[in-house]
């Protein structure tokens, strides 16, 4: 049995009480949310084409053209911001933040798609 997960909340009175953590959720950014949940592998592609910052991004946005999701309601949203994202991972890659942006972003996506898979089992 893995061990329970507790924090310590001060009550009004000021007593500290002790709360266990039931879960926990991870909160999307604007950018995150429009990573489409594809299939693992393409998005282990997709980061992979990161490297070129925000050329993975861009092609993973093209995707929600194509019928995939993603975290936001409308597809279409997904794909606007997509472009956004890759296209300021590009712009600012001359100063290496948008290097790092843009591997990281892959990442993300590989770990969004294997969670999505995950929840789907």
């Not at 926990?24 to 950018?31: A, G, K, L, W």
């Not at 949940?37 to 093209?62: D, K, S, V």
């Not at 712009?91 to 290097?99: A, E, K, N, R």
Request: glycine letters at 8%.
């Amino acid at each position: 049995m893995a061990p329970r997960q507790t924090m310590l909340i001060k009550a009004e009175d000021g007593e500290m009480i002790e709360c266990e953590v039931v879960s926990t959720v991870e909160r999307e950014s604007s950018f995150q949310k429009s990573a489409p949940i594809i299939n693992p592998r393409l998005a282990g592609f997709f980061g992979f084409l990161n490297l070129i910052p925000g050329f993975g991004t861009f092609l993973a946005a093209h995707t929600l053209l194509c019928g995939q999701t993603c975290s936001y309601s409308s597809p279409v949203k997904g794909y606007f911001v997509g472009l956004l994202t890759a296209f300021l991972q590009l712009l600012t890659s001359v100063v290496i933040i948008g290097w790092f942006w843009s591997l990281w972003h892959g990442m993300y996506m590989v770990r969004k798609c294997n969670e999505a898979q995950d929840a789907r089992r």
